[in-house]
Structure formats: structure tokens, C-alpha cells
């Protein structure tokens, strides 16, 4: 079966079991707090586990892009040099909202694996949680005896809380899990060797491939466990092992879902795959890292040097690094892998051909920049290694090497591997000693402590009534204390709100609430998921009164304009430089607006001018606009 078999396999079995087929969220994340990108399918489904979103369908598979780079799942450093790991990965997932548990997640699973692609029995190992004391969570026993009827107990292994109770994040859904481990080794090394004692153990050729969550509890701010309103099902499958043991391959790399772009990279290297194990860590580390960058452009995510933008750039420079390292590309070549991925992976994911053409320019310019950094690297190091000899030494500094690499993003391993060339080395324990200062004055000034909710009146969803009202008598539904550098502050969520919460770019709304005895500012209005979020500095006294929440109308009206002249703007752009022009980013304030976008050549002063003209001139057409979610443009 190839690839793209495998995977509508797997969606039309879920179809059958009445579920409905969902399109992959972003991988890019851009409206939760605790993420930056996707790191698991059941993210985008965050809130229906927690209550605060209604559910519709109680049924839901789907192949999700996720990219696991930052954050408590962060597979980054194995990527490349084993077989299994990458950043970005397709999570094939069946969802329960409330509706199936155990008995079915379980029967379906092994239905599929075994009945449907025809998987060797002998081969599968699963394990269940054998339960935690310090959560109050018992042995997963249900599970335990679902699995009995299908397996010898010697396939079924108990396992802790690490590999068996799954989380998201610090906080969050969570709950006990039970995985699917296949052992692809050959019948010769399994006769010798039991695979239950290799499972979770780090073998490329005994590795999971399938987690069956079962959601039951939030994981609260103090590390305790409450119920969630209902009980839910969350799998995951990674989809580019499930193909390495369809397609009886030993490594992911070598199943059609790699292959054609690690052979683009052969022929554009000259090196052929699998004769040396640094060129080939490096073959994998692009054929790899080149699926992560092109989706993360492709969902609106260009590199940058901030924060999730930031996290894009340094996998493509590590990337083009290994490229000019191991396999000799001195100048561009990712952006030459575009055009093979999106030959392989259009069909399922249409936005890789709908940017195809921004993806490969984008790809390009930072290559570029990135290879002048490494130019003026390489200058720079030799200056410090004949500074260096001059003084009759061999160790290039500590210091000397984290400059090189925190000011001008010389890579460390690139310092040594010339180093070592130049019959030198570096003081790595010292180097190590200034990142690990950095990395904590940096942890320092970004910490947030965030708190529990605290409930005062259940509601299901707060209503935005902005659009009509500026405002309005509401009540405080919940609120939890955050503390940020040192600083405390409140965020209150209401029953419904006028305040705007920032979102799409467009700053929060300010203003106040107030009742017969005290009046409280709202600072800022923040979206969080579904959530509007109001910033307060003061707690109110009494909670669970009525207040008037009252907008900041020249404010909230100034913004309103300027999100309007956005979609002006944004219109303009496609008329005079073309349809590819697509919003990057935005900032809506009440002073202004800024609109991001991505253009293959600089825009010049006269297409400035157009676009401007006709911005000017739909002003003064003073036309009414109604976006689709109902606001009103005047
Ligand atoms: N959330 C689980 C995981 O990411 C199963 O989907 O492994």
C-alpha cells in the first residue's frame, strides 16, 4: 500500500464507524497562550474536552499536521539521527467527545491494524497504565482486559506514568493511555531477544505507533486532577511509522513518504543515501526539516526572529547547515525540495500548491541570508582561531565561541567541526556555562505563572455582544490570578462582553466595570481559545455581583477603522501586485495598523502609490462592508 493509501484507509474505516472526516487544523497555532504550533491532533479539540465549546460532531477523525519543536513534547535533537523521530509528522486520530470510551477505541484500533492492513498479531505489543498513587489514578484494568481478548498477557505491558498517562502540557486535558508498539525486527533477532522487553526502550525497530488516550481529568495549575465534565477518546497515530511497518521498511526515511525527496537531494548533491552514516543523518535531517518549514510558510508562519517565527528560521538553518556541512551545498538547495513535496503531498494538503511559489521564494531568501552568516561565521572564527594560536593556546574560549554563536548565530558544532579541522578545539564546558546563563535570564524575564480558573456562575460559551453594544450589564463567570515578572494581575472571563478580545492582529479592547461601590479597569482584553479574557489589576470584592462593563469607545471605535482600512489594504495589495498577497500578520491599534505580507520582489514606489490611491478612494466611497462574522466596516 503507499502512503496515500494508508492514509484514506484509515479515514474511510473511521467514516464507517460514523465519523466524520475533519480537514487538519493549522499547524501554526495562533490563538492559545500555552502553544505554538500543533504538537498533537486533539489540540484543536482542546476545548471541547474542557467544556467551554459546544460539541457538534460526537465523532471526528482526521490527519493532522503536527510539529513537535518546542514545549514539553520537543523531538528536535533525535530528528535525523535515528529513523523514527521528526518535527513535523501526520497524526492519523479518532476522536470521542463524550460519546465511546474504552471497549470501542480499543476493538476499532485493533480491527483496523490486524483485520484491515493485515498487521502480523505476533508483532503487536500494547501497554496500559499500571496506575499512580500521587494522582489517586488506579491500574488501567478495563483496559487491561479489553486488550486480554485479543492478545496473550505476555503482549500486554504495564507501564508508568511517563508512557501511559498522557498530557498536553503542564496544564490540561490529560489521562491514562494505552499504546501500540510494533516489533519490526527480523524473526532471526526476535528469537533471541523477547520484543516486551525492548518496548519503550528506544529501539528504532520495536516502536509505538498508535496511543489511545482516554480523557477523564484536567491537570490543574498545583498538579492536581479533577474530573472533566464527560469522558472522551483521543488517538494518535503516527502516520510515517505506520507506513515504515506497512511497507515492511526498517526506517520512516525509506518509505515512499521520504524517499522521493531524500532522491531529490542525492541528485542535487551528487551523494548517494546510504553509504555514509553522517551524510545520511544529514539527507534525513533536511528530507525532514524541509516538510516542517514549507507547511509552517505554507499555514501563514514565515521565518522570523521572534518566537514561533523564530523556531521556523532555526530549523532551516540547521537544515542548510548540515547541507553545507556534511553534503557540500554552498549555496541554495532547500528551496529546490519544493516543488518534490508538493508533487507527494498536494492532493491531501492543497495549501502546499496554493503557496508553492511563496514557499520556494521564502525558503530561498533565508538561505541565502543565513549562508552570508555563515561566510561571516567562518571569517570571524579564523580571526579568533589565529588569535587564539598567536597566544600559543589550542581551545577557542568558551566566550569566545558563544559569541560567535548567540551574536551572529554561528552554529556551535560548525565552530568545532573547523576547530577540530584546524587541529583545534573548543572549551565546550564553558560554552555551555553561557548558554545555560542566557537561556535562564531569558526563562527569567518571560515566566508567567498562571493560576487555576475559579468558577462563580457555569456558563457553556460567553457571548461577544460588541458588535451591537459597547456596553452592557454582565456577570463574572470565572477568574484565576496570573503573575507575570514579578507582577500580579487578574483575568476575569464574563457571562457575555462587549470588549473585543485581541485577536487577528486587532489589540484588545479597554475600558471598565463597575457596580454601586466599586469600579475596576480593564486593562486589556485578550482572546484565549474560545474564551474572552479581561486584564484587570484589581480583584473585584464582590464576585458574584452584576456590573456594567463599559467599552472604551473612541478606543474600540479607532481600532474598528483601522481593522476595516486592513481589509482595504489587504484588497488593494492583490489588485496591484497580485492574489498571492495574503496577510502574514497584523497589528490593529487605535493609532494605526500594520499589515504583513510576502511579495517576491520589493514593492516600488509607484505600485505604493496605487495601492494607496485606491485605498484613498473606497475611504471616500464611505461603503458599508459586513464581514462574514457579522462586523460592521463603516
Ligand atoms: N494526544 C495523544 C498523542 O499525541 C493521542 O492523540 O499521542
Known amino acids: 500500500m503507499n502512503s496515500n493509501k494508508i492514509r484514506e484507509v484509515f479515514l474511510e474505516f473511521f467514516k464507517s464507524k460514523q465519523h466524520e472526516i475533519v480537514s487538519s487544523a ?11 504550533f500543533t504538537n498533537a491532533g486533539m489540540n484543536q479539540f482542546k476545548d471541547m474536552f474542557l467544556g467551554n465549546t459546544p460539541i457538534i460532531n460526537k465523532r471526528v477523525a482526521d490527519s493532522q499536521k503536527c510539529l513537535r519543536v518546542s514545549g514539553k513534547h520537543n523531538d528536535l535533537d533525535e530528528v535525523g539521527h535515528d529513523t523514527y523521530h521528526h518535527t513535523m509528522f501526520e497524526m492519523l486520530g479518532n476522536w470521542s467527545f463524550g460519546d465511546y470510551f474504552k471497549k470501542e477505541a480499543i476493538e476499532w484500533a485493533w480491527e483496523l491494524i490486524v483485520d484491515v492492513y493485515g498487521m502480523d498479531k505476533s508483532r503487536i505489543y500494547v501497554s496500559v497504565f499500571e496506575g499512580s498513587d500521587s494522582d489517586g489514578v488506579p491500574f488501567d484494568q478495563e483496559a487491561y482486559d479489553l486488550w486480554k481478548s485479543f492478545l496473550p498477557e505476555s503482549h500486554i505491558i504495564k507501564g508508568n506514568k511517563k508512557d501511559n498517562f498522557w498530557e498536553m502540557g503542564e496544564t490540561g486535558p490529560c489521562g491514562s493511555c494505552s499504546e501500540l508498539h510494533f516489533d519490526l525486527r527480523d524473526d532471526s533477532e526476535r528469537a533471541v531477544i523477547d520484543g516486551a522487553s525492548l518496548v519503550n526502550m528506544d529501539n528504532p525497530q520495536v516502536i509505538e505507533v498508535w ?3 482516554f480523557m477523564q481529568f484536567n491537570r490543574k495549575a498545583n498538579g492536581s486532577l479533577e474530573p472533566l465534565p464527560s469522558k472522551h477518546v483521543d488517538t494518535g497515530m503516527g502516520f510515517e ?11 520512516n526515511y525509506d518509505t515512499d513518504v521520504f524517499q522521493p525527496i531524500i532522491c531529490r537531494i542525492a541528485e542535487l548533491s551528487s551523494v548517494k543515501y546510504g553509504e555514509d552514516i553522517k551524510r545520511d543523518i544529514a539527507m534525513r535531517v533536511i528530507a525532514d526539516h524541509i516538510r516542517a518549514i514549507a507547511f509552517s510558510i505554507a499555514d501563514g508562519q514565515i521565518p522570523s526572529n521572534v518566537k514561533a517565527g523564530y523556531v521556523i528560521r532555526r530549523i532551516l538553518r540547521r537544515a542548510v547547515r548540515y547541507g553545507y556541512t556534511y553534503l557540500n551545498f554552498k549555496t541554495p538547495f532547500m528551496y529546490k525540495l519544493v516543488d518534490t513535496l508538493a508533487a507527494q503531498l498536494g492532493a491531501q494538503f492543497p495549501e502546499l500548491i ?14 541565502n541570508s543565513f549562508l552570508r552568516t555563515l561566510a561571516t561565521g567562518i571569517n570571524l572564527l579564523e580571526g579568533v582561531m589565529s588569535k587564539t594560536k598567536d597566544a600559543g593556546g589550542k581551545v577557542i574560549s568558551g566566550e569566545d565561541a558563544f559569541v560567535l554563536y548567540d551574536t551572529y548565530g554561528f552554529p556551535i558544532d560548525l565552530t568545532e567541526l573547523i576547530a577540530r579541522e584546524n587541529d583545534m578545539s573548543v572549551d565546550i564546558e564553558q560554552f555551555e556555562k553561557e548558554l545555560a546563563e542566557q537561556k535562564n535570564r531569558s526563562r527569567n524575564a518571560a515566566a508567567v505563572e498562571t493560576g487555576d480558573w475559579i468558577e462563580v456562575v457555569a ?20 477568574y484565576r490570578e496570573v503573575a507575570s515578572k514579578g507582577k500580579k494581575l487578574y483575568q476575569l472571563v464574563f457571562d457575555k462582553t462587549p470588549f473585543y478580545g485581541n485577536s487577528g492582529g486587532q489589540v ?6 463597575s457596580s454601586a461601590n466599586e469600579k475596576i479597569e480593564i486593562t486589556d482584553t485578550q482572546k484565549e481559545n474560545n474564551l474572552t479574557v479581561h486584564i484587570t489589576s484589581t480583584l473585584p470584592t464582590n464576585l458574584g455581583g452584576s456590573f456594567r462593563a463599559v467599552v472604551n469607545s473612541v478606543e474600540h471605535t479607532a481600532s474598528s477603522n483601522n481593522h476595516t482600512a486592513t481589509h482595504l489594504l489587504h484588497e488593494a495589495l492583490r489588485e496591484v501586485l497580485g492574489n498571492h498577497v495574503e496577510q502574514k500578520g497584523s497589528l490593529v491599534q487605535p493609532s494605526g495598523l500594520r499589515f504583513d505580507f510576502s511579495h517576491f520582489n520589493k514593492v516600488t514606489h509607484e505600485e505604493l502609490q496605487e495601492v494607496e490611491r485606491i485605498v484613498n478612494s473606497k475611504i471616500r466611497a464611505n461603503s458599508v462592508l459586513i464581514e462574514k ?4 466596516h463603516v
Do not use: F, H
Not at 357 to 362: D, E, M, N, R, S
Not at 459 to 478: H, K, M, P, Q, W
Open 26 to 36: 493549522p499547524m501554526v497555532v495562533k490563538n492559545d497562550p500555552t502553544l505554538m
Open 211 to 213: 496511543n489511545l488516550v
Open 241 to 251: 511509522r505506520l507506513c515504515m511497518a506497512l511497507q515492511g521498511k526498517k526506517s
Open 354 to 367: 496554493a503557496s508553492q511559489q511563496l514557499i520556494t521564494k521564502v525558503i530561498e531568501e533565508e538561505e
Open 459 to 478: 456558563i457553556s460559551s460567553s457571548e461577544y455582544v460588541g458588535y451591537d453594544l459597547l456596553e452592557t450589564d454582565i456577570r463574572i463567570a470565572r
Open 508 to 513: 484588545g479592547d479597554k475600558g471598565y466595570i
Open 629 to 632: 462574522i457579522g462586523r460592521a
